[in-house]
Structures are given as C-alpha cells and as structure tokens.
C-alpha cells in the first residue's frame, strides 16, 4: 500500500501556487487554522473538501494522496468516492481513520541502556544496552535512552517504557528526574529540599524515598525525564 502523504502535499500544492494558509482558506470556504491543522497531520479534510483541494491545484485527488500523478483513477476507486461521498460526515471520517489504520508506520531503532527502575530501585550493571524500536518521529533531544522497570510511575510512565534523559538541565523541584544512588536508579518526581532529596511516585501505593543531600553512599542526578515511549515490536 502506498503512504498516505497528504499533509506535505497540500502544503507543497500551497506554497507551489504562492497561497498563504488564509488565501487558501477563503477558496474552500475554511479558516485559517483548519487549513493548518491539515497540512500539520493534525485533521484531514473530508472527501468533498479533498475534490475542493484538488480543483483549486489543478490535480487529482491520488496525486494528493500520493504524490504521483496516475494517468486514469481506475473504476474501484471512482466506486469508492462515489459511496464516500454519499456518507455522513461521521461515516466519512470512520474510513478515513481506518485507512489511517493501514498506513505503514516508520519503526526507529533507540539504543537503550538497562534499566532504570520506576519502583523501589534497580541495581544495574556497566551500561548494557539494546535495541528497540518507535513509531514516533518527535521524540524530544536526549543524551540517554532507558527502559524503565516497575509501576511507580503508572499511568504516566508504565513497565517496560523507555524514557528520555536529558542531561545538564536546570533543577527544577518537583520534575522527574533519573537519579542514581547507591547502586541503583531510580525514576521520580524529584523534589529538592533542605538536607535531603524526596523521590516522590506517582503510583500512590509507595512511600517516597528520602535522600540525605551529606550521604557518604553515591548520588548522582543523571538527567531530567523529557520524554518517554512505549516501544513497538
């Protein structure tokens, strides 16, 4: 199956034909914002404002869709816009979504290091790393990717996530934070009082964990928790 690429299309057909978002608004009788949404992935236009498209660009509905130009719409397809266009607007965006559904997803590989635990800690050894895979292309910049262990985090951060670790980032008091101490890690929200530091859950069934600022044992903030994902197969 083709990937679906609309979103660019619209936007190159756009600037192509020198029409701001408000000038191509007002030719399909849609506002500014509507039009935005579309050309950010964020909305897709129903199958009638698709002709609408289509019309005001000078192309064909699957060179939208697409991006290539085809020399005829075969009769299946010409079927299925005539049945579309008979639907309600809900029924309308019911197939959309499930050709959405269809569409082929990109599978990125994140190098993870092991493991940072989202519990009562996680002993852990020299850096062991593995491979796993998003779907996502708008992860936030990072210096460390982890897999996270325990459900303390839940239902923000679950078992088995990975979470992005950015180093060097101001201390904020009540962030999340990676924290290594004492031979473990740990992932909490982390506040930052007089002599010590409070690791607070999110899951209320545990206790914080209190941190003496003076301990002789090894503390270390790695980084704040910017993002996180839960990793597709």
Not at 76 to 92: D, L, W, Y
Not at 136 to 165: C, F, H, Q, W
Request: aromatic fraction near 10%; charged fraction near 30%; glycine fraction near 4%.
């Amino acid at each position: 199956m083709k990937k679906n690429i609309l979103p660019e299309m619209i936007d190159t057909f756009r600037k192509e034909r020198h029409l701001t978002l408000e000038e191509l608004g007002e030719k399909l009788g849609k506002s500014k914002s509507a039009i935005s949404r579309w050309c950010k992935g964020d909305r897709s236009p129903m199958i009638d404002d698709l002709e609408k498209l289509a019309e005001v660009f000078q192309t064909d509905v699957i060179t939208l869709l697409y991006g290539k130009k085809t020399v005829s719409v075969s009769k299946h397809f010409a079927e299925i816009i005539t049945r579309v266009k008979k639907m309600t607007p809900q029924e309308q965006l019911d197939v959309l979504t499930f050709i959405k559904s269809r569409q082929v997803l990109p599978r990125i590989p994140i190098q993870v290091v092991e493991a940072l635990a989202a519990g009562i800690g996680y002993a852990y050894g020299d850096n062991e790393t593995t491979t796993l895979y998003t779907n996502r292309t708008d992860l936030k910049a990072y210096d460390i990717a982890s897999s996270v262990t325990g459900d303390s985090m839940e239902p923000l951060i679950k078992n088995n996530d990975v979470v992005l670790i950015k180093k060097d980032r101001q201390f904020i008091s009540g962030n999340l934070f990676a924290v290594d101490y004492d031979g473990k890690s740990y992932l909490k929200k982390v506040f930052f009082e007089k002599d010590y530091l409070r690791l607070v859950s999110i899951n209320d069934k545990y206790d914080d964990i209190l941190i003496p600022l003076h301990t002789q044992e090894y503390l270390n903030i790695v980084g704040e928790i910017v993002d996180w994902f839960t990793p597709v197969e």
